[in-house]
Structure formats: structure tokens, C-alpha cells
């Protein structure tokens, strides 16, 4: 503990050490000088971390780990235990590096918003254990994406989801993909667009909990259904597996239904709530047609519908909220709090069945906390997130404390405590919140890193840290650094994913694709030009496009090539068009040619010894 943080224990009780804890992680770390080692602190522990995460020339990684990026809008990938990182995929921020937000597709896809708020992957599961196809990620603004990882690309942007605002619990999959859930953090009045005077917040104002259905061949998500509910801020969520699957569940903080200082006026009462979702109930409800429509979608609201939504009492403002791998119990950790609570699964059902309930929230029947509860475990301050191992084993991250809590599922025990660098947020085991998670590694996603690499100045990375979990005590292995901002994490046995090497020509079903350099070339109807182009190791084909200022030009580009890793690009000076085709691939992007002169274009991508010669020239001929 560092003496700041001593200074404000000797200064009073728990709260206040909390309340300020939370404010020293995040404004005044413990400087460099203290527990640089943090873990590691013999030479031979070091030379037994640096054995067990050194992936020699040539090897690789047993385990895929996908980081969300936070405001940057990408999903980072690394390789675990070497934490490499392999690449970046970007999602909602338009990405150069792969021509990403520049052709039609994807600024479609984008639909001009050029960030989103990354939080959550989710890869998609087949009976609770990820099975390598798809990752979806969130976003604040209402949206959700996901990414086929046959190519590491992102296929579709499902949203702005209509009447959800500030879009944080998301993205979690239920044990088969049926759905990716969401809930709004920042309740308003519904449809979008209503307008309410802020002092009628706790009426007026509305949450909501979203089901968006998953296709099961193709991963195309489209409206599911919503549940209203009163204005709570929707935090984290997590889907029910084996005997608790057909549930979900999601924490809230500011029961207190409060407007203003929320720092201060959402932390009033001593409970907040995870909310329990039967989502079957909700789903055969919608299909009874139970359902109204707001803003064009189909929302439950469970005065009329009752059944479908119980509130779980938990510790004053939950933040993570995680469901054993069997399903038994449900994690909820209350930030402001030295515990962690499990409910038991069973005991919630027992009283559902029994109606053992303390009262309800605009009709949605609260249960009694004393009656679901198994454990408050104490595994220090500032619990958020819970991630599992294979043998009854939890972590949770401890941000005030800045340390992982190792305990035991059922005994309850606290057995192994380790420090984090600094002012740990999520964290992500090895497919740990699967049904079958592997132990091995753990990773801490840190808030903040410095003193720990060559500054950069001001603003410094962010530290994932690569903890050892295969033996009793944990151990710090590596120091990884990413970009701002790390929330979770998932990590995927590598043998799962089976990424192709081409877009094979067979697929191509793009219908401006060309696979002959006979057929590029030029052609105009009225003011629109439509130039088919080839690109293939040396040359672009057609070399020159000649059109007249004021023209809509439309530029189909294939890549023909079948090798892996000969991508081509075609950079276009002073258009701000930069287009990267991979090999099989066609890309078409429209712009209109308002500036006249004569504007080289070229590849982007080193594709051969002749790579410099791969270019040409748009001529944009004058008006009059
Ligand atoms: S959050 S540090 Cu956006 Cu997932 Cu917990
Ligand atoms: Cu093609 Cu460089």
C-alpha cells in the first residue's frame, strides 16, 4: 500500500478509505518507485516468467486474446503468453492501415459517426463455449458489431438500436448465440425524440433492456425484442449458462432513480440491483404478442407482462456481474464495498417460486437479499469484475486495493491475493466466463501503466499484465502495453479460430468484380464513370482514368491475386481515398471528381520488388 493511500486509512472508516480510493486510483497513482517488480521479484522468478511467455522465432501463440479499444473504436488483437499484438480491427473508427471507412461498404457501414465507445467482446458461443466464429462488440452510441473471424473483419454494424441510450451492458451472447444483449446506461424518456423536464426523471424517464437476435448460420443480428424498466443505469451484464441458461442478468447503479450529483446522490441506499431476465418467458411473451411497439420495436413492459424480470439486491453501486461456469451462482460485486456476494441460482428461483419478496420497482417484484444469497466473500476493496478458472476457482479485480482476489466457488476462501500496475479495471482468463474455462493465464486490464516503460509523455499507455494462474499462487509473468482504453477482454484457445489465407474467386460475388486485365478499363453514362480496375503484382490497370470535373466516379478495384498476404492499395493523392484490397478481394468507392488537374494514384501496400512502379494517374479534365 502506498502512503498516500495509508495516510487516508488512518484518516477514518471504510467509506472514506473507498470513496477516496477510487479517486486516488484514478488521479494519483502510487508512483514508479513503488512495487515496480510487483510479482516477479527473484531472478530465477524472472527467468521462469520470461521462459514461459518467450514464444520463440517461428512458434506460436497457444491462445488469441481480443481487447476492446475503448473510444479508439478497434478491437485490439494480441497473441497470449508472448502478448504480441497481431493486429487491429478496426470497428467503428474509420482505419487507413486497411483502408477501413473509405470505400462505399464500410462508410456505409459507419453510417457517419467516425467513433464508437468500445467496451465488451463477446465471441459467440455453441453450448456456453466459444466457438471461434464470430466476435461481437459494443458501443455507447446503441450499436453492436460483429466481426467474422474467418478474416478479422467486421461484417456488419447492427443500430443505433432505437430507444436505447448509452449502450455499456453489451455486448454479452447467451450459451448459443441466440442473442447479444444490451441495456441502456443512461435512461431518457422513449421513444427517442420524447421530450421530459429532468425533474420527473424517476417517472418519465426510462431504461431498457434489449434482446438482438442473433441468425444462427449467418450472424446477421437483427430487432429482438426490450423490456422497459425504470430509470437504474444499466451497467454490466452476463448470460446464464447450464442450469441458470435462459436467464440473464445485469447490474444497475443509481436505484435511488437520482438526477444531478450522481457521485453523490446514486449512493444513497445501501443496495442497488442486478436485475434476473427470463429471457425464454420474455421471448415466448413477444411471440403471444404481449408486446407493444416503441419506436419501432417490440418492448414488454413488466406491469403487463408480469414474470419476465425479478431485481436482485446488491451491494451499493455493482459493477461487474458474472455467472459461474455452472451456472450455480451469480458474482455481483458492489464497487463501494470490501465484498463480493454470490447468489445462488437456485435460492433465487426458490423464491421467485415462493414470492419471497421485499417489494417491487414500478411493479417488477424485488426479491430478499438474505434469502438468495450464498457468501459475501471478502476479497478486498474495490471488487468490479469476476472471471473463473477450471477448478471451482474465481479472480476478481480489485481497483481500489489495484490487486486480483484469488478465492474459492463454494468454500467462499480468499487463497492468493497479487498487485496489479496499476488500478486494475476488468480482466480476462483464458476462456474464462465459458462453461469450460482453461485456468493458464490471466490477464489484468489496467487503467494506468506509467513507470513501467519509456515515458511517452503525458499521456501513456495503458498495462495489461500477464498473470501465471496454473499453480496455487499467482504469478506475474509480463508487462504488455496497449492503447487507450482497455476494458474487457476475451482470450480463445488459437486451434478454435480458423482464419482463410484468400478471399477465395469463387466467393467474389461483388458484380463490378473483374479477373482479367482485358476487362478494365473506363466507360460513362452521361456525367457517371464507372472504372473497373485490376490490381495484381506490378500494375494498376487501366494506368490512366480520364474523366471531366464534375463527374461521379465510381472505382471498382480487385485484387486478383491468390496468395496470402499480397494486398494491394490504391491511394489516391490529394482525394483522400485510400482503399486496400486483400487477395480475392473488390472494393468500390465513389466519389465526386470536383477538383481538376491530375492526381496520381498508387499501391499502398509493399507487395513486390516492383512495388514502387505499381501506379497511375487520374486526370480530371476542366469544366468549359
Ligand atoms: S466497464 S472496469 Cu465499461 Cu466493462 Cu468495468
Ligand atoms: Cu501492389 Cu504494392
Known amino acids: 500500500m502506498n502512503d498516500r493511500k495509508k495516510s487516508i486509512l488512518s484518516w477514518g472508516g471504510l467509506a472514506a478509505l473507498v470513496v477516496a480510493g477510487l479517486l486516488v486510483g484514478r488521479c494519483a497513482p502510487s508512483g514508479p518507485k513503488a512495487a515496480k517488480k510487483g510479482g516477479a521479484e527473484t531472478k530465477s522468478d524472472v527467468a521462469v516468467a520470461a521462459m514461459k511467455t518467450y514464444v520463440a522465432p517461428g512458434d506460436l501463440d497457444e491462445y488469441y486474446f481480443f481487447a476492446s479499444g475503448g473510444h479508439s473504436g478497434q478491437l485490439y488483437v494480441y497473441g497470449v503468453p508472448s502478448m504480441r499484438h497481431l493486429a487491429t480491427i478496426p470497428v467503428f473508427t474509420p482505419y487507413p492501415a486497411t483502408g477501413y471507412g473509405f470505400d462505399d461498404e464500410t462508410k456505409a457501414m459507419l453510417g457517419g459517426l467516425t467513433w464508437g465507445d468500445v467496451h465488451h467482446p463477446a465471441l459467440s458461443e455453441t453450448n456456453g463455449d466459444y466457438d471461434g466464429r464470430w466476435i461481437f462488440v459494443n458501443e455507447m452510441n446503441g450499436r453492436v458489431a460483429r466481426i467474422d473471424l474467418r478474416d478479422f473483419k467486421t461484417k456488419q454494424i447492427f443500430g443505433p438500436v432505437p430507444n436505447v441510450s448509452g449502450n455499456h451492458g453489451s455486448s454479452f451472447v447467451t450459451p448459443n448465440t441466440e442473442y447479444t444483449m444490451m441495456a441502456s446506461r443512461f435512461s431518457i424518456p422513449i421513444p427517442k425524440g420524447k421530450v421530459a423536464p429532468i425533474d420527473k426523471y424517476a417517472s418519465d424517464y ?15 443480428m437483427s430487432n429482438g425484442w426490450q423490456i422497459m424498466t425504470p430509470p437504474f443505469n444499466w451497467d454490466l451484464g ?12 445485469w447490474t444497475c447503479y443509481n436505484a435511488e432513480r437520482a ?3 450522481l457521485e453523490v446522490t446514486s449512493a ?15 421471448e415466448k411473451a413477444v411471440a403471444e404478442g404481449k408486446a407493444d411497439m416503441v419506436g419501432g420495436v417490440k418492448v414488454l413492459d413488466p406491469k403487463k407482462v408480469p414474470g419476465i424480470i425479478y431485481l436482485l439486491p446488491c451491494g451499493k453501486s455493482p459493477h461487474g456481474v458474472d455467472v459461474s461456469p455452472d451456472g450455480k451462482y451469480i458474482i455481483g460485486s ?19 417460486k415462493n414470492k419471497d419478496f421485499s417489494g417491487d420497482e414500478d411493479g417488477i417484484p424485488v426479491l430478499k437479499y438474505e434469502s438468495i444469497k450464498d457468501a459475501e466473500v471478502a476479497v478486498g476493496l474495490g471488487p468490479l469484475h469476476t472471471q473463473f478458472g477450471p477448478d471451482g476457482m474465481a479472480y476478481t479485480s480489485l481497483f481500489v486495493d489495484s490487486a486480483i482476489a484469488k478465492w474459492k466457488l463454494g468454500t467462499w476462501e480468499v487463497v492468493d491475493k497479487i498487485p496489479m500496475s496499476y488500478s486494475i479495471g476488468h480482466l480476462c482468463a483464458a476462456e474464462g466466463d465459458t462453461v469450460s474455462p482453461d485456468g493458464k493465464y490471466l490477464v489484468g486490464l489496467n487503467k494506468l501503466s506509467h513507470g513501467r516503460h519509456l515515458s511517452v509523455g503525458p499521456s501513456q499507455p495503458e498495462s495489461s499484465q500477464l498473470v501465471d494462474i496454473s499453480e496455487e499462487k499467482m504469478k506475474l509473468l509480463y508487462d504488455a502495453f496497449t492503447e487507450p482504453e482497455p476494458h474487457y477482454a ?16 469463387e466467393e467474389n460475388k461483388n458484380p463490378l468484380a473483374i479477373w482479367d486485365i482485358k476487362d478494365a478499363g473506363v466507360t460513362r453514362q452521361g456525367t457517371n464513370v464507372l472504372a473497373k480496375v485490376v490490381l495484381v503484382r506490378s500494375t494498376i490497370t487501366p494506368q490512366a482514368i480520364e474523366v471531366n470535373q464534375g463527374d461521379t466516379v465510381k472505382v471498382a478495384l480487385t485484387n486478383i491475386e491468390q496468395t496470402t498476404d499480397e494486398l494491394h492499395g490504391f491511394g489516391l493523392l490529394d482525394y483522400n481515398i485510400n482503399i486496400v484490397c486483400d487477395p480475392g478481394e473488390t472494393k468500390v468507392v465513389t466519389f465526386k471528381a470536383d477538383k481538376p488537374g491530375v492526381f496520381p494514384y498508387y499501391c499502398t501496400n509493399f507487395c513486390s520488388a516492383l512495388h514502387q ?12
Open 490 to 505: 476475451q482470450m480463445v484457445k488459437a486451434d478454435k479460430v480458423k482464419p482463410i489465407e484468400v478471399y477465395p474467386k
Open 259 to 261: 438526477t444531478g450529483k
Open 238 to 249: 452476463d448470460a446464464g449458462k447450464k442450469v441458470s441458461d435462459g436467464w440473464m442478468f
Open 206 to 220: 426510462k431504461g431498457v433492456v434489449v434482446a438482438v437476435k442473433v441468425d444462427p448460420k449467418s450472424g446477421e
Open 334 to 352: 458492489g464497487k463501494l464495498q470490501g465484498v463480493t456476494t454470490a447468489f445462488n441460482f437456485e435460492k433465487v428461483q426458490t423464491a421467485i
Open 613 to 624: 512502379e505499381m501506379q497511375g494517374y487520374l486526370i480530371v479534365k476542366p469544366k468549359g
Open 268 to 282: 444513497q441506499r445501501d443496495r442497488d440491483y442486478i436485475a434476473a431476465i427470463d429471457w425464454r418467458a420474455a
